[in-house]
């Protein structure tokens, strides 16, 4: 499974960002999340959904600004960023897995797209 990941970008505090990940190869039964990594910190989940989309996590910091969505052909996935704060400057990853044991964990995710950044200025 291949991934690329888009849609990063500068924007002010309190504005938004939608960021996009497409998904090439066997994506079947593969669940895809979003991770992101600030200057000087670990990397972090930010949101999980499920192949049907039909489960959807995300981080409790960041529940209610953040959404997360699947395509109808499930090769892609958008997480759609508002009331951005300087403190979500990070880069962005998207990344797919189908047999790890918790959606949180980076570890349960096989494939890791490049990286987009997102930089909230104040």
């Known amino acids: 499974v291949q991934l690329q990941a888009s849609g990063g970008g500068l924007v002010q505090a309190g504005g938004s960002l939608r960021l996009s990940c497409a998904a090439a190869?066997?994506?079947?039964?593969?669940?895809m999340g979003w991770f992101r990594q600030a200057p000087g910190k670990e990397r972090e989940f930010v949101a999980f959904i499920s192949w049907r989309g039909g489960i959807i996590r995300y981080a409790d910091s960041l529940k209610g600004r953040f959404t997360i969505s699947r395509d109808n052909a499930k090769t892609t996935i958008y997480l759609q960023m508002n009331s951005l704060q300087p403190e979500d400057t990070a880069v962005y990853y998207c990344?797919?897995?189908?047999?790890?044991?918790?959606?949180?964990?980076?570890?349960?995710?096989?494939?890791w797209g490049q990286g987009t950044l997102v930089t909230v200025s104040s």
């Open positions: 990344a797919a897995g189908s047999s790890g044991t918790y959606y949180y964990d980076g570890k349960s995710y096989d494939y």
């Open positions: 190869g066997r994506t079947v039964n593969t669940y």
